[in-house]
């Protein structure tokens, strides 16, 4: 695949994944074996976490949108920075639901192997810490 094909892959996903809310399609986009960087503590590894951790944001967030901002592909990496878009619905990381809506942006890093993602990093850790505070009402 060229370049340019990693950087539709990694639109696909986003788009088919978190704005369809189609968890199945996990399973066409990722390698079973994914190295997840973006799951938090206590989630298992591979393509099981990454569904976990998509499932519960679905619950919290279920209007999530994620909208791919720019990439940059050089062989089978992709960098993405990324505006993420919810509305806080359902008890998340401890916090019962606000209505609240948050605007999160972060970068992410996708590795292909073969067709399918096979590593992912996604780092907006500080602005989610942030928006936990804003959501919480304690700043």
Do not use: W
Not at 2 to 9: G, H, P, R, T, V
Not at 33 to 58: R, S, T, Y
Not at 84 to 100: E, V
Request: neutral net charge.
């Amino acid at each position: 695949m060229s370049s340019e094909d990693n950087k539709a892959l990694l639109r696909r996903f986003y788009d088919e994944v978190i704005n369809k809310k189609n968890l199945a399609a996990i399973d066409e986009f990722v390698d079973p074996h994914v190295i997840d960087h973006a799951l938090p503590p206590g989630m298992p590894g591979g393509i099981e976490g990454m569904k976990q951790v998509n499932a519960l944001c679905f619950d919290a967030f279920p209007d999530t949108h994620f909208r791919v901002e720019d990439t940059i592909a050089e062989g089978e990496v992709v960098v993405a920075r990324l505006t993420i878009n919810a509305t806080q619905q359902g008890a998340f990381m401890g916090l019962p639901p606000t209505g609240k809506h948050v605007t999160v942006t972060g970068i992410t890093v996708v590795c292909r192997n073969s067709l399918r993602i096979f590593y992912h990093k996604i780092s907006c850790i500080s602005v989610v810490k942030k928006q936990e505070r804003r959501i919480s009402g304690s700043i």
